[in-house]
């Protein structure tokens, strides 16, 4: 009897502390460790920091608006020498190419050049018969008037009608039109060059960010050929859209002649506004439902907090808050898995 009792007891021994074990780990599945709800971040000291909103736009070296030239002939020729190709560099009066001009030019000239001979012819006779009396001073003056007109029509064609063309400034030829032994009219673009004593940075900004810029405003170019940054002033602003990119036109005068190359590209950083306030990394900024929050680190635990920001450039964020100080810790990774009020852990 003694026996049948104690096996009993063993047995409810046995079922009793498997029953407690079997709960404990029920509980341990429902109800992590606190060491599990520990979340692994990195953080930084929120900073105070003076930052600037620029506008970034690319574009390309080329001639101050205005500056270009584009040489042309005031009369029918045909090309008979070109001494220069697209891209070369070109001093003032270097010669670009020599002409022959048409039958119909020569004509004019050999016309122009014998009506002032006449001109000439005539005063003489006028001037004695007014010795002789038999006409007046007037027709004396008409006479002269006429001969210095035929002298300036023959002057000015004489000088147009050159068989030899030189560049009017230092700069280098953009685009040659026509060819040796091309037949050209009076007034056809032949050949352009690009002022190098003008040069400037054409670039194209958002016409949503237009209204931001001023004249003389300065801004960054970072000379992308060259690897290299220099300065400069917004000197012209378009007031329409160009069609071919759909911005605006920017034109940027650099502050040091750097002998840059036209066509070569540029970004440029125009800074539009300036604040100083609490900075934290762009990392550290999360969009929740329509508004940023950071979570900073106090007593170990994550706390969460709603910020306005104020501008952002490419590393940082400006911000606001009425809960935060410049000797809180921002968690910069691992946010996105934080909620309000857990335990954290920071990285070293």
Do not use: W
Request: proline residues 4%; positive net charge.
């Amino acid at each position: 009897m003694k026996r049948f009792v104690l096996i009993i007891i063993i047995c409810a021994s046995v079922f009793f502390a498997a029953y407690l074990l079997l709960n404990k780990n029920r509980s341990a599945l429902h109800n992590p460790s606190k060491e599990a709800l520990v979340a692994s971040v990195s953080a930084v000291p929120i900073q105070i920091k003076t930052l600037s909103k620029d506008i970034v736009a690319y574009g390309i070296i080329e001639s101050k608006p205005g500056t270009a030239k584009t040489v042309t002939l005031n009369f029918d020729a045909n090309i008979n020498k070109i001494y220069v190709i697209d891209g070369q560099s070109v001093s003032k009066g270097q010669m670009l190419f020599s002409v022959i001009p048409s039958p119909v030019a020569q004509s004019q000239l050999i016309q122009s050049e014998n009506s002032l001979k006449l001109a000439q012819e005539n005063l003489k006779i006028v001037q004695e018969k007014f010795k002789l009396h038999l006409l007046t001073k007037q027709e004396v003056l008409n006479a002269q008037n006429a001969l210095n007109q035929a002298k300036v029509i023959y002057e000015n064609l004489k000088k147009a009608y050159t068989d030899k063309v030189y560049s009017p400034i230092n700069g280098v030829v953009t685009k040659i039109n026509y060819t040796e032994g091309s037949n050209v009219a009076a007034g056809t673009p032949i050949l352009s060059i690009a002022n190098t004593d003008n040069i400037a940075v054409k670039c194209g900004v958002e016409p949503e960010d237009v209204d931001f810029l001023k004249l003389g405003m300065p801004v960054k170019i970072s000379l992308i050929d060259y690897n290299k940054n220099i300065t400069g002033k917004i000197v012209s602003i378009s007031r329409i859209i160009d069609p071919l990119t759909h911005l605006i036109n920017v034109y940027i005068l650099p502050d040091a002649n750097e002998n840059l190359l036209l066509n070569s590209y540029v970004k440029v950083n125009i800074p539009v506004s300036k604040s100083t306030g609490f900075s934290v990394p762009k990392p550290a900024l999360l969009y929740e439902n329509g508004h940023y929050v950071i979570y900073t680190i106090k007593n170990d635990m994550a706390e969460k907090h709603i910020v306005n920001v104020i501008l952002k450039n490419e590393n940082y964020a400006l911000i606001t808050a009425s809960d935060i100080t410049d000797k809180d810790l921002v968690v910069t990774q691992g946010a996105y898995e934080l909620k309000n009020g857990m335990k954290v852990k920071v990285q070293k």
